[in-house]
């Protein structure tokens, strides 16, 4: 599997339900060490009006797959502790298997039950104390989670045939790159991303569009040295300063720089949050077809197009893209 081959069967999200994480340990090391434990973060639902919007976008961005010509999945109603709206974060699907990632955060473990049936579950182990440094509450320079258990959502990674992208952050420890590549096997090289970004994904700082080809955050990947070897000679694309994006309720869940997450439909085809018209130029300067679709609530509920969207199937050949697998 990868990030371009042309996209067959997809999972697109839903906002139904939608709740702000739950005011726990994972989530208060994970997403909210910037602040005292003493503070208040946002608990609860989200109100009725953000969820309707971003459901109205999701169904705009899943009709851009179906009159692409895939096979359009959507999540079963459900419960849940935080939301279905981004199915990136839980699911990643390599070569045959449909992987379940493990998480970073308890309470986001059971999402994928909703979305499809999966090859691997690495969900299993309930994170304890132990699991968390303590020391990153109030400190950036710590990442939160200690290297014992493995834990990492599925966007910590990218695809790119049998070399495999792991940004080690908030949300992906070294244990975590660890067990994927013990899971995958010799035949594929798990190259680990480090000192770039803490909170928390990948798809926020780089987007792999077709080989040789990525669109990096200039602000995160400020020397290509820390990008894998046989990936330094690609054509890096610098995104453009992001335009500035709106959100509603009491705080932004995602920075601005969500607006790099785009998502390839096939290696010429790309879709990009509608509002970032520098992106889309830059894009088109460089061959791709951009098409827009206007995402209301990127960052009030944390996802773009990439982040709401999981691939099930895409054309591809399973084989090693850079030019030095090491």
Known sequence: MNEWGKVKKVIVGTATGARYLPNELGVRHINYADRSLQDS?????????????????????????????????????????????????????????????????????????????????????????????????????????????????????????????????????????????????????????????????LDSTIALLKPGTALINPSRIKNKDVLPYGMRNWDLIECPEPIEMNYAGPEAMMSQWTGMNCVSLDEDTVVVQSTQTNLINVLETKGFTVIPVHMRHQRSLSGGPHCCTVELERDYELEYTFDNKY
């Open 41 to 201: 973060i946002p608990v609860g639902a989200y109100s009725q009006t953000i969820i309707d919007e971003a459901n109205e976008d999701l169904e705009s961005l899943a009709k851009i797959y179906k009159d692409f010509g895939s096979e359009v999945i959507r999540p079963e109603p459900a419960e849940v502790n935080h939301y279905l709206y981004c199915p990136r974060d839980n699911i990643l699907t390599i070569d045959k298997k449909i992987i379940a990632s493990p998480m970073s955060m308890n309470c986001r473990k059971d999402e994928y039950k909703y979305m499809c049936k999966v090859t691997n579950d690495l969900t299993a182990i309930q994170f304890t104390q132990k699991d968390y440094e303590d020391s990153c509450i109030m400190n950036k320079n710590k990442l939160a989670t200690v290297n014992f258990t493995p834990m990492w959502d599925a966007a910590n990674v990218l695809r790119a045939g049998r070399d495999i992208l792991y940004l080690h952050s908030n949300t992906g420890n070294y244990a975590g790159a660890e067990q994927l590549q013990k899971l995958l096997g010799p035949n594929f090289n798990v190259h680990i991303i480090s000192d770039v970004y803490s909170y928390s994904h």
